[in-house]
């Protein structure tokens, strides 16, 4: 995935019924990939998001289904994954456990990359959309370094420690698009 400026647009919020998905990607069999999936388990059970509109759910490795999830509606996507400590093939001095917030527009994309039914590429799932029959919806995500992604189960301490901030950036992206419970706050 091209990175793009950490400043995220302002988008109008959505009405009430809006389709809003949350999407934890990564594979949790290589440490710190397992980002993405650790976050949408804190989110699925985060009681803040109780009655709101938004769809929190681990895809791991599975990018077709994110894709066929993605043709059903989503008018905003959040998806939280691992993301390259560099941006435009330059180092930005990220440290592992960083957590950055991006926004992804269509002209971030290419349209041609290769949609592998057997594994999770964000950026051509995401890419690849309209080939599909859909639109990107209003995009961001929320990405952390990583500090190992090496063979291996569980988060490195720096990665770990980046999950409530990354619920955090999460809770106040939702808050800007979805009308939610009285409770939510970001």
């Given at each position: 995935m091209n990175a793009v400026p950490a400043e995220v647009p302002a988008v109008p919020a959505l009405k009430a019924a809006a389709r809003v998905l949350v999407a934890g990607v990564g594979n949790i069999?290589?440490?710190d990939d397992g980002f993405g999936p650790e976050v949408a388990q804190q989110l699925a059970s985060d009681s803040r998001l109780s009655g709101s509109k938004v769809r929190v759910v681990?895809?791991?490795?599975?990018?077709?289904?994110?894709?066929y999830d993605l043709l059903d509606g989503?008018?905003?996507?959040v998806l939280v994954d691992a993301v390259p400590a560099e941006e435009n093939g330059?180092?930005?001095?990220?440290p592992?456990?960083?957590?950055r917030v991006m926004g992804i527009r269509s002209e971030h994309l290419d349209g041609r990359a290769a949609l592998d039914p057997h594994g999770m590429n964000p950026a051509a799932v995401l890419g690849r959309l309209r080939t599909l029959g859909g639109e990107l919806p209003t995009t961001y995500?929320?990405?952390?370094?990583?500090?190992?992604?090496?063979?291996g189960i569980g988060l490195s301490d720096p990665v770990s420690a980046?999950?409530?901030?990354?619920v955090s950036a999460v809770v106040s992206l939702l808050a800007r698009?979805?009308?939610v419970n009285p409770s939510f706050t970001a």
């Open positions: 069999f290589l440490r681990d895809y791991g490795i599975r990018g077709m289904h994110l894709a989503v008018e905003v996507l330059e180092r930005t001095g990220s592992a456990g960083s957590v995500v929320v990405g952390c370094v990583p500090a190992d992604v090496s063979e980046a999950v409530p901030g990354a698009h979805v009308l």
